[in-house]
């Protein structure tokens, strides 16, 4: 189902109360989306159903950050993040992600869940400059292997810089 979806910019929210929640295979390939997901997202769950998760990414969004997910998971470990994303129209809305690994009764991962909250503002205003920076350098780079190169680096020094975790810095904004 891969179209073109032109960014808007033309912010959307969705209640405090409700929670986007979806699964993915190990590919990152949504097999479960809630309809809070649905609805803000504007595709239908029969629609999101085999799509990569990608469908709903922002490219405003620095890869790098999606690299530090896809790691974390791989390691089996939980993680914490803040995420713009794109509905089907191209407006755009944040979120505060909670993204896990699924385990299967002998410990093998076997898929990803994660629950998307309303994210706090004054954490979208801070973090938003700092996204704009790594996509920016990103950007700079002749490919794309040597643009997330070299954001990841950027956010792993800056992490490093304050003498704690990437989930310990999401959570100290």
């Not at 790098?64 to 790691?71: A, G, N, S, T, Y």
Request: glycine letters at 4%; hydrophobic letters at 40%; charged letters at 25%.
């Amino acid at each position: 189902m891969k179209q073109s979806v032109t960014p808007t910019n033309v912010e959307v929210f969705f209640d405090a109360d409700d929670i986007i929640v979806s699964k993915t295979d190990l590919k990152g390939r949504i097999t479960y989306a809630n309809k809070v997901f649905s609805d803000i997202c504007g595709y239908s769950e029969a629609e999101l159903m085999g799509q990569p998760h990608s469908i709903v990414r922002h490219p405003d969004m620095p890869r790098c950050v999606f690299k530090l997910l896809w790691d974390t998971l791989a390691e089996g470990r939980e993680i914490f993040a803040y995420v713009k994303n794109m509905t089907r129209a191209g407006d755009y809305y944040w979120v505060f992600a909670h993204v896990t690994p699924s385990f299967d009764a002998a410990g093998r991962v076997i898929g990803y869940h994660s629950n998307r909250r309303v994210p706090e503002r004054r954490i979208v205003a801070a973090l938003a400059p700092v996204y704009k920076q790594l996509s920016d350098l990103e950007a700079t780079h002749r490919n794309a292997k040597d643009g997330l190169a070299a954001s990841t680096r950027q956010m792993i020094d800056f992490v490093k810089s304050k003498n704690i975790s990437y989930d310990q810095f999401v959570f100290s904004l």
